[in-house]
């Protein structure tokens, strides 16, 4: 006889021998109590988390300097967020079509987004963005297969694109609206970088 996951009643005979609650109240509590992650799965599941410095430093969990580059100096999530070195996290990308654009002081004092960066937020598809540990800047998170890094000035602001060979700190802080999944960014990278 198989049990509800949450309340530990017995299971009816006729629902599925895969079904894990008795029913749909039990099935959204167990959802709904579940904690939520402050990154999309799709970065917490890639082996590739540093610490950072208070200067932007990636650092080993041993608090020796990381690199963007060097594999053996990243770790798991769940190693990353528990370690003590440094102020903070990254994510380092590699290639693999996860990217950032990191839009450099686009926030005021009061959260308003600059009107070039709102026109960038708005032309997405909804994904994930965090602020960045200066609270002035927005990292928006996606998939693409841009390879590299570009560094471009668009309507007054500056835009970084990356997905090669460097690591971006990590605060958490979801902009508003942002989802915790990673959408794929390519027409927009191609439409902003001219390809």
């Known amino acids: 006889m198989n049990f509800c996951a949450r309340c530990h009643s017995s299971l009816s005979p006729l629902v599925r021998s895969d079904s894990l609650y008795c029913g749909t109240r039990c099935r959204v509590a167990a959802h709904r109590s579940r904690p939520r992650l402050p990154f999309p799965v799709d970065l917490i599941a890639a082996p590739r988390w540093v610490r950072r410095n208070v200067d932007k430093v990636p650092l080993r969990l041993n608090g020796r300097n990381a690199s963007s580059t060097d594999s053996s100096s990243w770790s798991d999530y769940e190693s990353a967020a528990a370690g003590n070195a440094g102020v903070g996290l990254g994510f380092v990308v590699n290639g ?3 990217v950032c654009v990191d839009l450099d002081h686009c926030l005021d004092e009061s959260a308003t987004v600059a009107g070039w960066a ?3 937020v708005d032309s997405i598809p909804r994904t994930f963005v965090e ?3 200066s609270g002035d800047g927005l990292h928006v998170w996606g998939r693409s297969d841009f390879v590299g890094g570009r560094r471009i000035q668009v ?6 694109v990356y997905a090669t060979g460097r690591y971006l700190t990590m605060t958490g802080k979801k902009f508003s609206g942002s989802s915790n999944r990673l959408a794929d960014l390519s027409r ?3 439409s902003i970088l001219g390809g």
Do not use: K, N, Y
């Open 131 to 133: 602020v960045s540990p």
């Open 155 to 160: 309507d007054g602001g500056m835009v970084e």
């Open 96 to 98: 693999d079509g996860i």
């Open 118 to 120: 709102q026109t960038i």
């Open 188 to 190: 927009f990278i191609d």
